[in-house]
């Protein structure tokens, strides 16, 4: 993990709005928002762990699909908001207080266009135990990416977990 965010990526909490996404999985939810984009990162070390994480990976395609619809609904519920807002007359102190409350939520509007912006790429990294044999879980693994455009698997390949531009370079620790 540490080496994830020397890479420039934060480790996203239990307040992240994802986080029900994964929160029974074993995935944990990393943002990296210079280049702007998440990622949920599983490590799998043992062969009876693939199967789970399969299913791990189908069900949060589910929910992050789920979420990213509910983005369309909440920002458009704040731009309803805003409009009925700017539509109103009031006086002069009642226009103040209004103010700084529409301020905040064109804050709100912001941060949840970003957030989706953010889910318009997702990345699944897994980081497998080279000794495990990979090449069912890959095959299976590629059939459920192939259903979801926004989704890019990416897995570990000689220590390193790479995404577009962004490396990760994985430390090797001696048995």
Same mark, same amino acid.
């Given at each position: 993990?540490? #080496?994830?965010?020397? #890479?420039? !990526? ?11 996404v994964i929160d029974?999985?074993?995935?944990r939810g990393f =943002? %990296?928002?210079?280049?702007? !984009? ?18 791990? /990976?189908?069900?949060?395609?589910? +929910? ?11 920002? #458009?519920?704040? %731009? ?10 009031? =006086?002069?102190?009642? $226009? +103040?207080?209004?103010?700084? #409350?529409?301020?905040? /939520?064109? +804050?709100?509007?912001?941060?949840? $266009? ?6 318009? &790429?997702?990345? /699944?990294?897994?980081? /497998? ?9 890959? $095959? ?5 990416? =192939?259903? %979801?455009? $926004? ?22 620790? =001696? &048995?």
């Amino acid at each position: 993990m540490r #080496a994830f965010e020397l #890479a420039g !990526f934060e480790l996203k909490g239990d307040n992240w709005f994802l986080n029900d996404v994964i929160d029974d999985t074993d995935l944990r939810g990393f =943002s %990296h928002n210079e280049e702007g !984009f998440y990622v949920y990162l599983g490590k799998i070390d043992e062969e009876a762990e693939l199967e789970a994480c399969l299913e791990d /990976i189908n069900i949060v395609f589910y +929910r992050t699909e789920k979420h990213y619809q509910e983005l369309d609904v909440k920002i #458009a519920d704040l %731009h309803r908001e805003l409009e009925s807002r700017r539509s109103e007359d009031y =006086s002069t102190a009642v $226009r +103040r207080f209004r103010s700084r #409350a529409t301020k905040q /939520i064109v +804050r709100e509007v912001d941060e949840w $266009r970003t957030a989706k912006e953010q889910m318009s &790429k997702m990345y /699944i990294a897994l980081i /497998i135990d080279p000794g495990i044999n990979r090449t069912n879980f890959m $095959r299976e693994a590629k059939k459920l990416f =192939s259903q %979801h455009d $926004r989704f890019e698997l990416v897995v570990d390949k000689d220590n390193l977990v790479q995404f577009d531009s962004v490396k990760v370079k994985l430390a090797v620790l =001696s &048995k």
